[in-house]
């Protein structure tokens, strides 16, 4: 079962700020949360990550509430190219080998528009 | 190009016969992890390797399914018997290994079931 919220779909003015909610009120408290893209035929890309911090990177800004039951993505300024399917991602401890599977929701389909 | 390759791109088979897929990964990195991803949904985990040992398989994969990965470099995918319900993207992810590690996703193998 996803771990995460995320509204179905959004639109975004090309050249304004892009802000992607998410929730994962059940996240655990060393448990990170990822951001991805997918365009159209292609595999997932990585955008950004965080634990508890606000991050930033070339491609976008991560803002984590301090209870750490939401998240939301920044894309400062969207061009086209943004339009994707993007998904918020929360872990699941794969037990026997130390290491985790990603558990994708359905995503946010955000559209720009020119 | 040095991300994680797939081939073929895309399969058109007919029902019952057997395809096999291939997926190079980023050559230092040791863990490898299969993923499907049906129209309109996130991916789901299949299967991870860390180097040649197949550590952790997801329920989702029946007995027609079957991973490999010699010597800990590229891997494959195969189904037998194939059925209209295994018509998907198979996503191939390669990782380092780390607490807070990202995955590094292929460009997919389309599968179609006729």
């Known amino acids: 079962d996803a771990k995460t919220t995320q509204p179905t779909s959004m639109d975004c003015a090309e050249g304004r700020a892009a802000n992607l909610p998410c929730n994962h009120s059940?996240?655990?408290?060393?448990?990170?949360v990822y951001w991805y893209r997918q365009i159209h035929s292609q595999g997932p890309q990585y955008i950004i990550h965080?634990?508890?911090n606000n991050e930033t990177n070339e491609m976008a800004s991560l803002i984590i509430t301090e209870d750490r039951k939401s998240s939301t993505l920044i894309l400062p300024h969207a061009t086209l190219r943004d339009t994707a399917v993007y998904y918020c991602?929360?872990?699941?401890?794969?037990?026997?080998?130390?290491?985790?599977?990603?558990?994708f929701g359905t995503g946010t389909r955000l559209k720009v528009l020119a | 190009d040095t991300g994680v390759s797939q081939d073929p791109r895309h399969k058109i088979t007919k029902r019952g016969q057997n395809v096999t897929f291939r997926c190079d990964p980023i050559?230092?990195?040791?863990?490898l992890y299969w993923y499907r991803q049906t129209l309109g949904q996130g991916p789901e985990f299949l299967t991870y390797?860390?180097?040649?040992?197949?550590?952790?398989k997801s329920r989702l994969l029946s007995d027609r399914f079957s991973a490999e990965r010699p010597k800990g470099s590229f891997s494959t995918l195969e189904i037998q018997r194939t059925e209209q319900g295994d018509s998907a993207m198979y996503l191939c992810?390669?990782?380092?290994?780390?607490?807070?590690?990202?995955?590094?996703f292929g460009s997919g193998t389309q599968l179609s079931v006729l």
């Open positions: 992810a390669s990782s380092l290994g780390s607490a807070n590690e990202k995955l590094f």
């Open positions: 059940t996240i655990s408290g060393n448990e990170y």
């Open positions: 965080g634990l508890k």
């Open positions: 991602i929360v872990r699941d401890p794969l037990r026997t080998s130390g290491t985790y599977k990603y558990i």
């Open positions: 050559s230092e990195h040791n863990r």
């Open positions: 390797f860390q180097n040649e040992a197949q550590l952790e």
